[in-house]
């Protein structure tokens, strides 16, 4: 998983046995219990499914979302360059890597707003 973002991409699992998509990154099938999981890359475009701002005190607010990708599984993550009460349920985001502390972070965009880095 850690390879895909450093490469900008999103990575996932597919089982082999049943061809459920697996994510967060696991060892066995959730769905079936099968042991053969091949690595695959997402198409990064997806839907929010939830979303809620989290506000601070001392620093701006920020928005927390899962996100349907269209391979069939669900993450969390967050959506740049959204007001964090501006972003709702059904919105078409766009998956992309920033970088914090130089450490890739997996997060979304806005689907119109999309620019690749």
């Known amino acids: 998983y850690r390879r895909y973002l450093e490469a900008g991409r999103l990575g996932f ?15 066995m099938c959730p ?34 979302v899962l996100v349907d990708l269209e391979e069939d599984f669900r993450m969390m ?7 964090a ?3 709702e349920i059904g919105m078409r985001v ?6 914090e502390d130089d450490e890739p972070v997996p997060v979304f965009a806005p689907e119109g707003d ?3 880095t």
């Open 31 to 64: 769905a079936c219990g099968g042991a053969d999981l091949g690595w695959e890359t997402s198409s990064g475009r997806g839907t929010v499914y939830a979303t809620t701002a989290v506000y601070r005190r001392d620093a701006e607010p920020y928005n927390v």
């Open 77 to 83: 993550s967050r959506v740049e360059g959204a007001p």
């Open 94 to 99: 766009m998956f992309r890597v920033d970088r």
């Open 85 to 87: 009460d501006g972003v």
């Open 13 to 27: 699992q597919r089982c082999s046995g049943c061809g459920k998509a697996v994510f967060y990154p696991r060892l």
């Open 114 to 116: 999309f620019v690749e």
